[in-house]
């Protein structure tokens, strides 16, 4: 089964829409954005999460070039599970973390499957002895994530083949199932593709939740 991450949660209705339409992980953003939320608001999402009576979604904190200890302290604080780091942190770094990680690779045009395998079989082996997964994302030199533009499939699909990844970048209820059919990835990462006018949409986020779940029939 392809696990649906939503990222980008910023309410207590939204986390709770998601995870009562069968969200495997839910995103909440800790960095300079339109989805930015403060750890205080994160913990009230987490609480109404836990008071909500379907299960509940795992919870990824996304940070950029954060200082490690700020990582660490947030992701107690706020009861993360996983820690997704979308900037330039190195090897060093993400062997200081205490949580679970999310490390995204940034893919060009111009990357071969096969140097991008070789990077992620040294980065498994920074994380021999924690739990990890590599999300996939459209590179931007101005932006460290939510382009809402797609990544070249074909690329992805050897990776995809070795590796458990997540497949993020423009992705919506419309393409999900294409994506899931042609590379069968570990899973998929929405933000943008879920949203109207800027914020996110309940009847988009069942849509794209729905689509996957088809497509897992299919693939």
């Not at 954060?66 to 660490?72: A, E, F, I, K, Q």
């Not at 302290?73 to 973390?97: K, P, T, W």
Request: hydrophobic share 40%; aromatic share 8%; net charge positive.
């Amino acid at each position: 089964m392809t696990r649906v991450k939503i990222c980008g949660i910023k309410t207590e209705e939204q986390a709770i829409a998601a995870a009562n339409a069968g969200a495997d992980f839910i995103g909440m953003v800790f960095t300079t954005s339109p989805r930015q939320i403060t750890p205080a608001q994160a913990n009230k999402i987490y609480a109404a999460l836990k008071a909500n009576k379907t299960d509940i979604p795992e919870i990824a904190g996304v940070f950029v070039n954060t200082p490690v200890y700020v990582v660490n302290r947030i992701a107690e604080f706020c009861h993360l599970d996983y820690v997704q780091l979308s900037g330039d942190e190195n090897m060093d770094y993400c062997r200081q973390l205490t949580p679970p990680v999310f490390k995204v690779m940034k893919i060009k045009i111009q990357h071969k499957p096969e140097q991008i395998c070789q990077d992620l079989a040294a980065w498994s082996k920074i994380f021999s002895d924690k739990k990890h997964v590599f999300l996939l994302d459209t590179y931007d030199e101005k932006r460290y994530g939510g382009t809402g533009r797609p990544m070249d499939w074909d690329i992805a699909k050897p990776i995809a083949e070795k590796f458990n990844v997540i497949i993020a970048g423009g992705l919506n209820p419309k393409n999900v199932s294409e994506v899931i059919i042609k590379v069968k990835p570990w899973g998929v990462d929405v933000s943008s593709g879920v949203e109207t006018d800027g914020e996110k949409d309940i009847k988009k986020i069942k849509a794209f939740i729905k689509a996957v779940r088809k497509a897992d029939g299919e693939k």
